[in-house]
């Protein structure tokens, strides 16, 4: 299973570069699956690294007063809900990121949004080259996002803007040539 990860702050355009990324890859065959980190209320998460100014209490999935979540105030460990059209796992707490690639397995490829800590090629996005630029890293392989219009390269990197059907083509491009395998 390859994976890549897309960092970056509220509203830079991740989420754009995720699904244009998923898509590409689901159009050229792949089995794709995703996991978005939520950096509202984590320990030691600043505004810089993601941090929506809107939001800084703990997120949760669950809704309070819910049947789930009151199954979860009761004691249950993990609560599994299902409807119709979907099935949400909703474990206690924050598992790790090898767990989670290891739940995500047999996937062909897996787009982590907003997980700073995975050891994976990476994709970063911003509004401003300053912000942009905070979280280049060594396996960073390409700008997308706010900072990538009208740009074709950001110190060195190339800057594709996924709102055109070219530049969604070839970041998915780049990620089925720059993915990493995923660290199970």
């Not at 789930?68 to 979907?86: C, K, Y």
């Not at 911003?126 to 700008?143: H, K, L």
């Amino acid at each position: 299973m390859k994976a890549v990860t897309i960092v970056g702050i509220s509203g830079s355009g991740k989420t754009t570069a995720a699904e244009a990324v998923i898509r590409g890859l689901r159009e050229r065959g792949y089995t794709v699956a995703s996991a978005k980190s939520i950096a509202c209320g984590r320990p030691g998460v600043t505004r810089r690294e993601g941090l929506s100014p809107h939001r800084e209490e703990p997120f949760s999935i669950d809704t309070p007063g819910s049947n789930s979540d009151r199954h979860r105030r009761a004691g249950s460990q993990l609560v599994i809900t299902r409807a119709a059209r979907e099935t949400a796992v909703l474990f206690q707490e924050e598992l790790p990121l090898a767990q989670v690639l290891t739940i995500l397995g047999g996937f062909d490829y897996v787009v982590l949004e907003g997980d700073y800590d995975a050891p994976l090629p990476r994709i970063v996005t911003g509004w401003e080259e300053s912000d942009t630029a905070e979280r280049i890293n060594g396996r960073t392989f390409a700008i997308s996002g706010r900072a990538a219009a009208g740009r074709e390269s950001f110190r060195g990197l190339p800057a594709l803007d996924v709102t055109t059907r070219e530049g969604a083509a070839a970041l998915t491009a780049l990620v089925e040539k720059e993915a990493g395998e995923a660290p199970l």
